[in-house]
């Protein structure tokens, strides 16, 4: 089993940065790909960003892309997702998740999940 546990979350202007954590822990294995997805009010949980175990592979999602950056950093077992130039659109609950294998963007694909951080931009 993998538990993960983000943070970082919080209110935010728009235009504002933000950086989430996620902390794995129990049966981490720096093979494993990482992901984040977001679940805005009364909309099914999107692709936000995914990380290989190396960190060699990335995606992002479109809506995303030239303002989140994934990264990840094995000896700390520790995903970030930095937040750039925000707008209220991003406004969700993020979720880190893990997979063995390689990045996918379709979380049926994840099989262990943490239980999500709030994220708010204010216009």
């Known amino acids: 089993q993998v538990q993960l546990v983000e943070s970082g979350g919080g209110l935010v202007q728009a235009g504002g940065s933000l950086r989430l954590s996620c902390a794995a822990s129990?049966?981490?294995?720096?093979?494993?790909?990482m992901g984040w997805f977001r679940q805005r009010p009364g909309k099914e949980r999107e692709f936000v960003a995914a990380?290989?175990?190396?960190?060699?592979?990335?995606r992002y999602a479109d809506s995303v892309k030239g303002r989140f950056t994934i990264s990840r950093d094995n000896a700390k077992n520790t995903v970030y997702l930095q937040m750039n130039s925000l707008k209220p659109e991003d406004t969700a609950v993020y979720y880190c998740?893990?997979?063995?294998?390689?990045?996918?963007?379709?979380?049926?694909?994840?099989?262990?999940w943490g239980q999500g951080t709030q994220v708010t931009v204010s216009s």
């Open positions: 990380i290989s175990g190396s960190g060699g592979t990335i």
């Open positions: 129990g049966r981490t294995s720096s093979s494993y790909a």
């Open positions: 998740a893990a997979k063995d294998g390689s990045t996918r963007s379709n979380a049926l694909r994840y099989d262990y």
